[in-house]
């Protein structure tokens, strides 16, 4: 993930961690960090010791996480540990962090992300306050990924929240709103959104 691309993926590579996550390209934090300092949102953060430090934004359907995890020299990693980094949570925080670096985004829906009205995903965003109760229990869930798993179980359970409030594409009678999401049989097995 080169920065300066041009391109959504210079900034943002899709995880394998779960479908809603993406993780942020190293040249492109300080840019994240910006923003996310610019925003009035709920936050939260854990330093226990000999656990990593692990910050948390709630931003739209899920948020931002900073995991610092500090390994002595010469340990081998841990299988599950959630390396250092910078991960995105959720489509619509996705979509809303584009948006607001000036990113190109990608043209149609990433497979399994719903369709997002831009302008009222923003809206949404400046209209929550920080002292939220949702909003600060969102952050404080984020805070506790400190592994992989529980990460996957975060992004999963937000997404999962997040479902019902989805803004509904009405199309006209006969038409689909986008050719993406294609309608798939129910037997391949695909989780829908």
Same mark, same amino acid.
Request: proline share 12%; aromatic share 6%.
């Given at each position: ?12 590579? *899709? ?7 993406? $993780?942020?390209?190293?040249?492109? !934090? ?16 854990? *330093? ?6 692990? $910050? ?23 299988? $599950? ?13 996705? *979509?809303?962090?584009?948006?607001? /670096? ?7 829906? =990433? ?25 600060? $229990? ?9 592994? !992989?798993?529980?990460?996957? =179980?975060?992004?999963?359970? /937000? ?16 038409? !689909? ?17």
């Amino acid at each position: 993930m080169a920065a300066g691309t041009g391109e959504w993926t210079g900034l943002f590579g *899709r995880s394998s961690l779960a479908p809603t996550v993406f $993780e942020v390209a190293a040249g492109a !934090r300080p840019r994240v960090r910006e923003w996310l300092a610019a925003q009035s949102v709920a936050t939260a953060w854990t *330093r226990d010791p000999h656990a990593p430090a692990v $910050e948390a934004w709630a931003v739209a359907d899920g948020g931002v996480v900073a995991v610092a995890r500090w390994t002595p020299a010469g340990a081998p990693p841990a299988g $599950e540990a959630l390396p250092s980094g910078l991960y995105v949570v959720g489509f619509g925080a996705f *979509r809303l962090l584009t948006a607001a /670096l000036g990113v190109p985004r990608p043209a149609r829906p =990433l497979p399994g992300e719903p369709l997002f009205d831009l302008d009222a995903l923003c809206l949404a965003h400046r209209a929550v306050s920080p002292t939220c109760p949702d909003a600060v $229990e969102q952050a404080e869930l984020l805070a506790t990924c400190v592994d !992989r798993q529980t990460l996957r =179980l975060v992004a999963g359970a /937000l997404d999962a929240a997040s479902t019902p409030a989805r803004p509904v594409v009405v199309a006209p009678v006969g038409r !689909r709103p986008s050719p993406f999401p294609r309608d798939l049989p129910p037997a391949t097995g695909t989780l829908t959104g």
